[in-house]
């Protein structure tokens, strides 16, 4: 008897998927992909019931990758294209959204910080060292009582001479205990400044941040600054106001455009490849209509979600990518992506709750994503002010 399932088709195959990357686009993809499988995927697991991930480790062996800062040209970095870098974060977050946020917390908020708005002193000196994962960044805006609205932030810089006095605290910080540089705003009489701040700098402490529900492989820390003195140039020369953090909250956001649309993927073939091979009723799980109707309608929302990170990716590549078209991605495949992690979680039933399965993994992870870097209420207002004119915010 012939094997009905020899020719099904993977879910990105029904749109085309592969015709719209270059060979470029898809052999870096590829890489990630294979150092994923080799060096991350067997631990993954006992990482997040632990609650604890080789930070540093991980970060030289990215480094060496080369995907750290990877969209961004000279001190080290790779200079590749924006839907290279977007391939790269799907891949990561198929595994983890912990690692893909090490990664766009390294490259898109701390390295592209200092990549457009640092002093070249300040490039020579990270940049090459962030890229090759010899050194560990953070980025610290949002703080205890001020995430979604930053410009009440009550961290503050004053002038003292030459140099800078920062005092105040910063919250949900990725990577802050184990960094080496943190990329820290606060208000300043001249308005929003960043500055950066050294590890083992007097009057800074991290600590992290324990007994979480989600991004358990991943390293979270609350920042302090008790009357911490920077020298002069230990701010960034050309970031003035909330525009600056704001355009590298943009970068990141862009990253998670493509890596919710990874946790997806991960979810339906882990759901797909169980679905065939269980049986119920003497006969393949996926032999039900209710689960074809299931994986149907998330294969639709996958590739509709990838196709809209490709054509965002393609116009960041052309220059003419908006800030509330990040939103958008941001805003549709976050949400679309959870709901295809707990509609996979029903389908594997009881074997779903444990971590020999990826779904319910990605949808507590995923939980943190739809709140960081912007959460689903702040981007749909950003898109009703765009739809209308009419801010809603206050």
Same mark, same amino acid.
């Given at each position: 008897?012939?094997?009905?399932?020899?020719?099904?088709?993977?879910?990105?195959?029904?749109?085309?998927?592969?015709?719209?990357?270059?060979?470029?686009?898809?052999?870096?993809?590829?890489?990630?992909?294979?150092?994923?499988?080799?060096?991350?995927?067997?631990?993954?697991?006992?990482?997040?019931?632990?609650?604890?991930?080789?930070?540093?480790?991980?970060?030289?062996?990215?480094?060496?990758?080369?995907?750290?800062?990877?969209?961004?040209?000279?001190?080290?970095?790779?200079?590749?294209?924006?839907?290279?870098?977007?391939?790269?974060?799907?891949?990561?977050?198929?595994?983890?959204?912990?690692?893909?946020?090490?990664?766009?917390?390294?490259?898109?908020?701390?390295?592209?910080?200092?990549?457009?708005?640092?002093?070249?002193?300040?490039?020579?000196?990270?940049?090459?060292?962030?890229?090759?994962?010899?050194?560990?960044?953070?980025?610290?805006?949002?703080?205890?009582?001020?995430?979604?609205?930053?410009?009440?932030?009550?961290?503050?810089?004053?002038?003292?001479?030459?140099?800078?006095?920062?005092?105040?605290?910063?919250?949900?910080?990725?990577?802050?205990?184990?960094?080496?540089?943190?990329?820290?705003?606060?208000?300043?009489?001249?308005?929003?400044?960043?500055?950066?701040?050294?590890?083992?700098?007097?009057?800074?402490?991290?600590?992290?941040?324990?007994?979480?529900?989600?991004?358990?492989?991943?390293? %979270?820390? !609350? +920042?302090?600054?008790?009357?911490?003195?920077?020298?002069?140039?230990?701010?960034?020369? *050309? #970031?003035?106001? =909330? $525009?600056?953090?704001?355009?590298?909250?943009?970068?990141?956001?862009?990253?998670?455009?493509?890596?919710?649309?990874?946790?997806?993927?991960?979810?339906?073939?882990?759901?797909?490849?169980?679905?065939?091979?269980?049986?119920?009723?003497?006969?393949?799980?996926?032999?039900?209509?209710?689960?074809?109707?299931?994986?149907?309608?998330? %294969?639709? !929302? +996958?590739?509709?979600?990838?196709?809209?990170?490709?054509?965002?990716?393609?116009?960041? *590549? #052309?220059?003419? =990518? $908006?800030?509330?078209?990040?939103?958008?991605?941001?805003?549709?495949?976050?949400?679309?992506?959870?709901?295809?992690?707990?509609?996979?979680?029903?389908?594997?039933?009881?074997?779903?709750?444990?971590?020999?399965?990826?779904?319910?993994?990605?949808?507590?992870?995923?939980?943190?994503?739809?709140?960081?870097?912007?959460?689903?209420?702040?981007?749909? +207002?950003?898109?009703?002010?765009?739809?209308?004119?009419?801010?809603?915010?206050?």
């Amino acid at each position: 008897m012939s094997d009905p399932t020899a020719d099904r088709q993977h879910p990105l195959a029904l749109f085309g998927v592969e015709e719209l990357i270059t060979d470029e686009e898809r052999r870096i993809r590829d890489t990630v992909r294979a150092f994923v499988a080799d060096r991350i995927r067997p631990h993954l697991a006992d990482w997040y019931e632990a609650g604890h991930v080789p930070a540093r480790e991980l970060a030289a062996e990215l480094g060496r990758l080369g995907v750290l800062g990877m969209h961004l040209t000279g001190y080290g970095c790779a200079g590749t294209g924006a839907v290279s870098y977007g391939l790269a974060c799907a891949e990561l977050e198929a595994a983890d959204s912990g690692l893909r946020s090490l990664v766009s917390v390294q490259g898109s908020l701390a390295m592209y910080a200092i990549h457009a708005f640092g002093s070249e002193a300040q490039k020579q000196r990270w940049l090459p060292e962030l890229a090759a994962g010899r050194a560990l960044g953070c980025f610290g805006l949002t703080e205890p009582d001020f995430g979604s609205n930053p410009a009440g932030m009550r961290t503050r810089a004053r002038r003292d001479g030459t140099d800078w006095v920062l005092s105040g605290s910063k919250m949900w910080i990725t990577n802050g205990t184990v960094a080496d540089v943190a990329v820290v705003w606060a208000r300043t009489d001249d308005g929003v400044r960043g500055f950066l701040v050294e590890a083992g700098t007097p009057g800074f402490t991290s600590t992290e941040i324990t007994r979480k529900l989600s991004l358990r492989a991943s390293v %979270t820390a !609350e +920042l302090a600054f008790d009357e911490v003195r920077l020298p002069a140039e230990a701010m960034l020369p *050309d #970031a003035r106001g =909330l $525009r600056a953090p704001l355009s590298c909250l943009d970068e990141a956001r862009f990253g998670i455009v493509f890596g919710a649309t990874g946790a997806a993927r991960d979810c339906l073939e882990t759901t797909i490849e169980w679905a065939i091979d269980r049986q119920a009723f003497d006969r393949p799980v996926a032999g039900f209509q209710l689960t074809q109707q299931k994986l149907v309608d998330m %294969t639709l !929302e +996958l590739g509709k979600a990838t196709l809209l990170a490709l054509h965002l990716g393609r116009r960041k *590549d #052309a220059g003419t =990518l $908006r800030s509330e078209q990040i939103s958008l991605g941001k805003l549709n495949n976050v949400r679309e992506a959870i709901g295809i992690a707990r509609e996979c979680r029903t389908i594997l039933a009881a074997a779903g709750i444990t971590l020999d399965f990826a779904p319910l993994r990605h949808a507590n992870n995923l939980e943190s994503v739809l709140t960081y870097e912007g959460t689903s209420e702040v981007h749909t +207002l950003v898109l009703g002010q765009a739809l209308t004119g009419v801010p809603a915010f206050r």
